[in-house]
Each structure stands twice: as C-alpha cells, then as structure tokens.
C-alpha cells in the first residue's frame, strides 16, 4: 500500500509492513547510551553523555544480536555531526553512509553475520544519539493488484490480493480474542458482496469485512462465526474499524462514527495470515474484490477515543496527499 504501518500504540500491528511480535521492543540494549556498557568499542569509539561518540574513526561499535535471514527495521539519530561519513552494517548488508545530522531509518537483512554495527565509513567525527532495531516483515501481493501512489493497492475481483503475512494467533501482540480491532481505508465507492480483508481457520475464527454488499448492507465478523453486523451502508469509502471488546461485544465504526453494534459470541483466534482485497478461507484466498485500500491493520481494541485520534491522524495524511475520501 501507499505507507508502512502507521504505528503500534496498542491500536495495531499489522500491514504491508509490520513490526514482528518481539512484545513490541527494541532488541538492541542500551540503544539510548545511558550507560558505557553492552556495547563492544573499536579504537576512536567511546560512549560518553548518552551518546555514542566517534573520533575521526573508521571503526564501528556494536552487539551481537541479528538472525541471518530476517529483515530489520533500523532507526537511528547522528548529532553533532563535524566530518566523514557513518553508516549501519548489519550482518554484511549495510545502509547508505549518512553525512549529517538527522534521524534515519533503514531496512536491512544480515546475509553473513549477527553483529549490528555502528560503522565510521569514512573517518567520522560525530555523535550517535540513539538506535533501535525491530524485526520487520514485508508482506506480499499476489497477481499484481494494480498500485497507485498515495493511494493504495485495488483488486480486480477474481485473484488479485496482498498477504500481510501476519497470523492472529501466531503474531498477535495486541490482538487477543476478546480484546481486538481490525479496519482498513478504502477510496472507492464499490457495491458487492465480496471481502475486502478476512482470515479464517475454523468456522467461529473468521475476521471479515463486506463494506457494502449488494442490498447497502455491511458485514462483518471478528474472531466469531457469525456476520452479527449488518448496519445499513451507501457508500463503501472511508476509514472502517471493527472492535471486538468484550466476548459478546463488537463495535463497528465507519469515519468514527458508530454504525452498528452486535453482542454475537467470540470464537477463537485465526491460524491464517489475514489478506486484503480478498478472504482466506483455511489457506485459500476467495471472494476477491475491487476495492481500493490505502491502508489496513489489526491490532489491540479501541474506546470512541482510541477510533476518532487513529482515524483523524490517518485522514489527515490522506488530505495532505489530496486523496482523503471524507
């Protein structure tokens, strides 16, 4: 889709890209230099203030804490910048060296090693303020659904989809049975009855949304057998969130408003990967759609609260982009 994951404040964990359930924290230890410990110091590299301090130095701090094989999310911060160049090595693959001042992100997969380094490139001078790093997984999309910038990825109905290759029971952090919410924002104005995201294992483990099916309905399941929801609806755009809050509670809300609300029991989790623009069914993708989706999650339940902040940040991105569909 058009971003990565918005960001997991306890309302999500799931999209494109995702940040893998390590309980939501940063593997590196002492990423903010509070202390001169945990961290192995080549020659020119000290840690002093809370930072680590580089001295006109090609070498590199670093700890052993990388899995060959697995994508990383790096973020990292150089202050005091005065000359060379710095740059991450992780594992063997390494960032673009940096040369000032800034917050940087990058995404990087160890193919020889499991240090995670610091590395003066070109005799750096300069200070590292912090770093975190997060496993990262991509997800995939399947027999080219058409992609539009800024405005997401659309279906064409019969095979096209994108795994998040994110499973509820296996992955989920925040998402737990009976305390759970998932939603996406979709720009196009579609009437069908097909799915435009939805896993399920089992019949009473089924996340799914139909936005607006051929009678102007919607229908929605989370971790249950039963579409309990089935609130009017005439227009499928707009920024949906589904809200499981109690074992016989669900809430469904569309551009913050509530539209329906059901008391149908909860199953058990999905052993599925959950898909957009179609529904896994026990490993297969059905009912595709057309739908137009910018952006979806799952993660942790929302109050009234939780729903207006999530999709008012999220709308705003969209206006800013000029492509906000409310």
Known sequence: MMIEWIGEHGDGEALLNWKQPTGGSDIIVNGDFDTDSDWTKQAGCTISGGKAVFSNTTNQIFQDVLTIGKMYKVTFTIS??????????????????????GIYIEYLTPSAGTNIAIDGFVAFTGKIDNISVVEWTNATAYNAPTHTANE???????????????????????????????????RNNVTET???????????????????????QINANIN???????????????LYVIVRDASNSTIFYRNKAVVDTDT??????????????????????????IFQVSMAFAGGGMLQAGVNNFSDDYNLAMTRLGKNVY
């Not at 005091?80 to 001042?101: E, K, L, M, P």
């Open 152 to 186: 997401g990825f659309t279906g064409n109905g019969s095979i096209t989809y994108v795994n998040c290759n994110w499973n509820p029971s296996a992955n989920g952090v925040n998402y737990t049975l009976n305390d759970a919410g998932f939603g996406c924002y979709i």
């Open 194 to 216: 097909k799915a435009v995201m939805g896993c399920a294992s089992s019949a009473d483990t089924k996340i799914r949304l139909y936005p607006r099916n051929a009678t102007d």
């Open 224 to 238: 249950a057998a039963n579409p309990g929801i089935a609130g009017s609806m005439t227009d499928s755009r707009g």
């Open 264 to 289: 149908d029991l909860s199953g058990s989790l999905p052993t599925e990967s959950l898909i957009v623009l179609a529904y896994n069914d026990n490993g297969t993708p059905i009912i595709h759609s």
């Open 80 to 101: 005091d910048y005065n000359a060379g160049s710095v740059r991450i090595n992780a594992g063997g693959s390494t960032s673009t060296a940096r040369t000032a001042n």
